[in-house]
């Protein structure tokens, strides 16, 4: 699914930041990928999967 349209940005790309980058909020995501900066409209919805993303992963790591 594209999150950002004007760069192509997808939920894969981002998330796969957030578990291989560290990346926590949407200033360092925007420091790894181009996104958020012509329209703005996939600012939220690129914060959302980053929180999601976190907390899926702190589940996981819980369980395991
Ligand atoms: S959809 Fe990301 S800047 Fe426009």
Redo the contacts with the bound molecule.
Sequence with gaps: MFV????GVTDKTIRAAVQDQGVGNMRELRAQLE????????IQMAQQIIDQTIVDDSLFKNVG
């Design positions: 950002c349209m004007c760069y996104l958020g900066s012509q329209c703005g409209k996939c």
